[in-house]
């Protein structure tokens, strides 16, 4: 009678946890508390297999029920033994369908020999409660609002670029370059490159006409490496040692090339190959002799350079940067001029305004 009316109470202060087909499991479980030590595992069985058929609905609380460990009261501790308790929750948990299985936590509290359910909230993947948790919600913003923000941006910046005032024109495009100028510096740090750590390489000695004899060599010979747009990446160096199975020397051609940056070219591609430079001409061929002691690596693109196409992204951001760069120059040196020209139409106007008050 006691368990009933737990229950009832129970029910009254959380009605969406117990729904109506979870009484009859409940009341079971409550008189059984006390005479799980008399009953068998058959009798239980039988019990539970009766109440299974009458109620067919999912019994989500009961098997969450089972999940959390039972407490018994005092006078009761003598006669329940954990054995019997173990071998009915293992049966429960044998006969209930796994997807009737709920998250919900629920204690058994018995004080003043009167049983008494507690039901908690709902229990994570990790068994442990979400109370206290707050979930973040992202703010959402609508399509309409975002079309709104990027039509009020646009009309603000052909409203600058439309001004009479040339100085409100030369700045917009001077923020928006330099704008552009900082963006395409972060990009460019994504493809640099820690150098590895140079190995002990003792670099041989040639005489004058050794290296007379290498140089009137390399350029007879037809066989050469270009070095483009792309600069120096793996795919050079990797051609460089296969030039370097039949010939002593090769050229590498640099086009399009700046002045001085063959010289560049030539350092770092010696620190990669381990070759020496024989001779720079005409600001765009470097010849590289192999060494008498070469031996062929067996990784020949070392892993400190960039692919070919992370080369070409490079390449791409960095004329980018030089346009932009460029441009910013001509901005600032009209925005000079401007200032200058402002300067003399003031000096202008207080001259007039000087000889009209002499005058008068």
């Not at 646009?154 to 928006?176: D, G, H, T």
Request: overall charge positive; glycine content about 4%.
């Amino acid at each position: 009678m006691f368990a009933s009316t737990s229950v009832r109470a129970a029910s009254r202060s959380s009605p969406s946890a117990i729904k109506r087909g979870s009484f009859v499991g409940f009341s079971c479980l409550a008189q059984n508390v006390f005479d799980l030590s008399l009953l068998t595992i058959t009798r239980f069985r039988q019990s539970l297999s009766c109440n299974m058929c009458m109620q067919r609905q999912r019994y989500s609380v009961l098997t969450s029920f089972l999940e959390v460990p039972c407490v018994s009261s005092s006078f009761d501790s003598s006669l329940v033994r954990r054995s019997n308790i173990v071998e009915c929750q293992s049966v429960l948990r044998n006969c209930l369908p796994a997807r009737c299985m709920s998250s919900t936590s629920i204690e058994l509290k018995t004080n003043n020999d009167v049983v008494r359910f507690s039901f908690g909230k709902p229990l994570d993947k990790t068994g442990s409660s979400t109370k206290g948790k707050k979930m973040a919600k992202r703010a959402e913003v609508s399509k309409k609002a975002k079309l709104n923000e990027l039509r009020f941006y646009r009309l603000k910046a052909k409203k600058k670029m439309n001004s009479p005032n040339p100085e409100v024109r030369i700045r917009y495009k001077l923020e928006k370059a330099k704008r552009k100028e900082a963006w395409l510096i972060e990009k460019l740090i994504k493809f640099e490159v820690a150098k590895a750590p140079a190995d002990i390489h003792d670099p041989e000695i040639l005489t004058e006409e050794e290296k007379h004899y290498l140089k009137r060599t390399g350029e007879k010979k037809k066989n050469y490496v270009p070095v483009g747009r792309r600069g120096v990446f793996g795919g050079v160096v990797l051609n460089m040692h296969l030039h370097w199975k039949k010939h002593e020397t090769v050229k590498v051609i640099c086009k399009p090339c700046k002045p001085g940056q063959a010289q560049e070219y030539a350092q770092e591609l010696a620190r990669l190959s381990k070759g020496i430079v024989i001779d720079i001409k005409c600001n765009n061929t470097v010849i590289f002799y192999r060494g008498k002691n070469y031996v062929q690596p067996k990784v020949m693109s070392p892993a400190d350079t960039l692919s070919k196409n992370k080369a070409l992204e490079k390449y791409k951001y960095e004329q980018s940067l030089e346009h932009t760069s460029q441009f910013i120059e001509k901005l600032g040196k009209e925005l000079e001029e401007y200032h200058k020209h402002l300067a003399r139409f003031k000096k202008v106007n207080e001259n007039t305004t000087q000889d009209s008050l002499i005058n008068t």
